[in-house]
């Protein structure tokens, strides 16, 4: 409110400093009519040092009000903007894996910036344009029909053929703005995915190939760019040639009504000054309008995100400590797409203190189990009990905490080693620089990272690109030692490492898997045979449960995957040998 009355008064003190012009006008115009003395000249000057003040007031008044309107509607959108990102964010936060499958990473950074963007303008400059327009033509059209009502319809004529023109104008600019901005966001993805797919790139010396199609989506936005500056190149002469047109108008019709005796002179600098205040709000009608068009549309699409309800979302506020076990009774899970299971009436335990491993190959269902864990996506049949308790009831935040999880596809941020290691803490500004160069050593990383030009203050680029995959992994597993949580799942994180650091780690994670429940997730033999309990499955199917010792004495398909893997490994060593 205190915005739209600094706008109604500002506009009231814009109007003021026309009507001293005329009368100075006039004043200057009588003086040069008539022969005057020396005392007519100094009485001729005081007057129009009093109206130069009076003018100069008005404007530093006006200037003022324009200073508190833009601080309380220019900065209020600027602290809706900051809530509805916050919001956006959050609910972001809130949604479960199946949404982050559908949509584009970015769509949804277009949603919290450029439509977040839009809906500010709206609520910002529109919200002032807009009463401006109102305020500022009524009081001027009021005060110019005061004066002269012929005048007043001449000087009108042109400008709503300027607001029209500006409408279409603006939404053709709008269209091809938007256009552009596709194009630069295909422009933008296609350089990001190059220099984080650089190693790829260059191991298939396809780097040309990726220049050309770089160079055609160059193209590509340049051809949108020189289409837009088009537009542009004839939207400024337009719009001075119909303002001048009102200014051609003033003088005209008022020299003639000056000239008949009907006006003084200084109607005319009255007039120019009153066509000088409608031009911009009258010029802004079609910009607003088509700020409120898009900002609708922006509204739309981000309530479509803030409407939707997350399909897994915590439901308890309790405190939870992980106690006893971890139990699928009769599980199944189908992903949304998909024909067959990727697990079907799957059943085990997994007990608090004891090392559990899970085998199969690809496609079995192990990273599925993984995520049915965690709760990022939820059984189809049947139920997953943490402590006897069904893990849609108990407080997901709290479980996820005592959980380190080490995922197959390993995301590392573009920062420093350190940082990267220490991001599992909640409160990684009371981490030691001790306990992150321990939880490297159990990773077997230190090594690598002395090596490095700025040790573990080295910067490894985005996703980590400048480090190998045993390196990424290995990274990964020192994050979950940092952390030291009750609960360790290795996701298959032991893929990419050579023979010696595998047993290194391995080594490492069982001399601290005291106390700890630790899930092995591999396709190796090697990093399971030591698990308490193996269980092997087999197109989402449990097909054998027990120690290495058992499932060998078994004969199925652990022992076979046990000797192939084995004689491969024999294979290779006398391999070398020779």
Not at 496 to 506: H, Q, V
Request: proline residues 2%.
């Amino acid at each position: 409110m205190a915005g739209i009355v600094s706008v109604i008064i500002a506009s009231i003190f814009q109007i003021y400093p026309a009507k001293y012009v005329r009368e100075a006008t006039n004043l200057v115009a009588a003086a040069l009519k008539n022969s005057t003395t020396n005392s007519s000249h100094e009485d001729l000057y005081g007057k129009l040092f009093y109206f130069s003040i009076l003018i100069l007031s008005f404007s530093l008044l006006r200037g003022l009000f324009m200073y508190f309107m833009r601080q309380t509607l220019v900065v209020m959108s600027r602290h809706i903007e900051y809530d509805m990102k916050n919001e956006i964010y959050e609910k972001y936060q809130s949604l479960d894996m199946e949404f982050y499958r559908q949509n584009q990473t970015g769509d949804l950074m277009n949603r919290i910036s450029e439509d977040v963007g839009r809906v500010r303008m709206y609520i910002g400059p529109a919200v002032m344009y807009t009463v401006n327009l109102i305020v500022t033509c009524s009081i001027t059209i009021y005060v110019m029909f005061q004066t002269n009502v012929a005048l007043t319809w001449y000087t009108l004529i042109p400008l709503p053929i300027l607001s029209i023109t500006i409408f279409y104008v603006n939404n053709l600019i709008e269209r091809r703005s938007d256009a552009i901005q596709s194009k630069l966001s295909d422009l933008t993805s296609f350089v990001q995915q190059s220099f984080s797919g650089i190693r790829v790139i260059k191991s298939f010396g396809i780097e040309k190939q990726f220049e050309k199609d770089l160079h055609e989506k160059s193209i590509e936005y340049k051809n949108n760019q020189l289409s837009l500056a088009k537009v542009e190149a004839l939207f400024f002469p337009t719009l001075f040639f119909l303002t001048g047109l009102s200014t051609l108008i003033v003088i005209f019709v008022g020299g003639l009504l000056v000239a008949k005796g009907y006006e003084d002179i200084g109607i005319i600098p009255e007039f120019i000054l009153y066509v000088g205040m409608l031009t911009w709000p009258v010029t802004s009608l079609g910009w607003v309008s088509s700020l409120v068009q898009r900002a609708v549309a922006s509204q739309t699409r981000i309530n479509e995100f803030l409407n939707i309800k997350p399909t897994i979302y915590n439901t308890s506020i309790e405190p939870f400590i992980f106690e006893k076990n971890i139990n699928f009774k009769n599980v199944s899970f189908t992903y949304n797409n998909k024909v067959l299971p990727a697990l079907d009436n799957v059943s085990f335990n997994i007990e608090k203190g004891k090392t559990t491993a899970i085998l199969g190959n690809t496609g079995s269902g192990k990273t599925t189990i993984t995520q049915l864990i965690l709760r990022m996506i939820d059984v189809g049949n049947g139920e997953i009990l943490i402590d006897n308790k069904n893990i849609k009831d108990i407080n997901l935040n709290a479980f996820r905490n005592q959980i380190g999880y080490v995922p197959q596809d390993v995301f590392l941020f573009s920062d420093s080693i350190k940082n990267n290691i220490a991001f599992g803490k909640e409160k990684i500004n009371t981490i030691t620089f001790e306990e992150i160069q321990k939880a490297s050593n159990k990773a077997s990383l230190t090594e690598n990272i002395e090596r490095m030009p700025l040790q573990f203050e080295t910067i490894i680029g985005e996703r980590g690109v400048t480090l190998s995959g045993g390196q990424k992994q290995r990274t990964a597993i020192a994050r979950a030692f940092l952390k030291n949580p009750p609960i360790l799942i290795f996701d298959d994180s032991l893929s990419a490492l050579d023979t010696n650091t595998e047993s290194e780690i391995l080594n490492t994670i069982y001399n601290e898997k005291e106390g700890k429940t630790m899930i092995i997730i591999s396709q190796r033999v090697s990093s399971a045979k030591h698990a308490d309990n193996i269980l092997f499955f087999d197109k989402g199917v449990l097909v054998e449960n027990g120690n290495h010792n058992q499932l060998i004495l078994l004969n199925k398909k652990y022992a076979e995957l046990y000797n192939n893997q084995l004689t491969n490994s024999e294979f290779e060593i006398e391999e070398v040998n020779e």
